[in-house]
C-alpha cells in the first residue's frame, strides 16, 4: 500500500513532464530535451532535481536503478500509472 501511494506521488510530479500526449502545440520529450543540460539523451539525477523534480520521481522512473532515465523509462513508468489509475477507477 505505501509503495503504490510512492508510486502514485512519484507518477503525478513527473507527469507533466513525460506525458505521453502532449497538447496540441506542444512536442513530444519537450521537457525531457530541456531538462537534459549535456545534452547525452538520458537524465541524471541532477538534471531531474535542477529542474524542480523531487528525488521520489527520478527513483520511479529509473526503472533498471542505474542513476539515469532514459526517455524509454519515462514513457513506460508514465504508461504503468496510466494503467494502474485506469484500474482503480469504477466501473
Known amino acids: 500500500m505505501i509503495r503504490q501511494a ?3 506521488v512519484a507518477a503525478l510530479l513527473a507527469a507533466p513532464a513525460l506525458a505521453q500526449q502532449p497538447p496540441a502545440g506542444h512536442q513530444p520529450g519537450r ?7 549535456n545534452k547525452d ?3 541524471s539525477k541532477a538534471e ?3 529542474a524542480g523534480r523531487r528525488p521520489e520521481g527520478f527513483a520511479m522512473m529509473d526503472a533498471d536503478k ?3 532515465v532514459t526517455k524509454e523509462e519515462g514513457r ?3 504508461q ?3 494503467q494502474q489509475r485506469a484500474a482503480q ?3
Open 76 to 78: 513506460a513508468a508514465m
Open 66 to 68: 542505474d542513476g539515469k
Open 48 to 50: 531531474w532535481e535542477a
Open 31 to 37: 521537457f525531457f530535451d530541456a531538462t537534459d543540460t
Open 6 to 8: 510512492m508510486f502514485a
Open 89 to 91: 477507477q469504477p466501473q
Open 41 to 43: 539523451g538520458v537524465l
Open 80 to 82: 504503468k500509472m496510466m
